[in-house]
Nanobody
């Protein structure tokens, strides 16, 4: 399984970026997908997640209304559109995959609930 995150970069506060995460080696529509982020010296924190069909999403309070997660199952890719970026959004962003292994799928917001992780992409927001 490989999750390849891309789209990070440097942007000024108020700007936008779109992250992508291309998945391979798994049956993508069978996985919920999430985005997390980590600042050096701090724990990795939840950002957003989307269910296996793309029908349901949930967000961390800190990004609600500014970020949007989406997926294209035909392209095995999940996206994170980030608008109105703030300096405190600066972090390495990771995508993660959670296998749907029950009839009812619950959106996952904790690291340990995810099965696979990508390598991360750096987002730097300057003031």
């Amino acid at each position: 399984v490989q999750l390849q995150a891309s789209g990070g970069g440097s942007v000024q506060a108020g700007g936008s970026l779109r992250l992508s995460c291309a998945a391979s080696g798994l049956i993508f529509p069978s996985y919920g997908m999430g985005w997390f982020r980590q600042v050096p010296g701090k724990e990795r924190e939840f950002v957003a997640t989307i269910d296996f069909r793309g029908a349901r999403t949930t967000y961390a309070d800190s990004v609600k209304g500014r970020f949007a997660i989406s997926r294209d199952n035909a392209k095995n890719t999940v996206y994170l559109q980030m608008n109105s970026l703030k300096p405190e959004d600066t972090a390495v962003y990771y995508c993660a995959a959670d296998r749907k292994d029950s009839v009812i799928y619950y959106l996952k917001t904790r690291e340990y609930e995810y099965d696979y992780w990508g390598q991360g992409t750096l987002v730097t927001v300057s003031s």
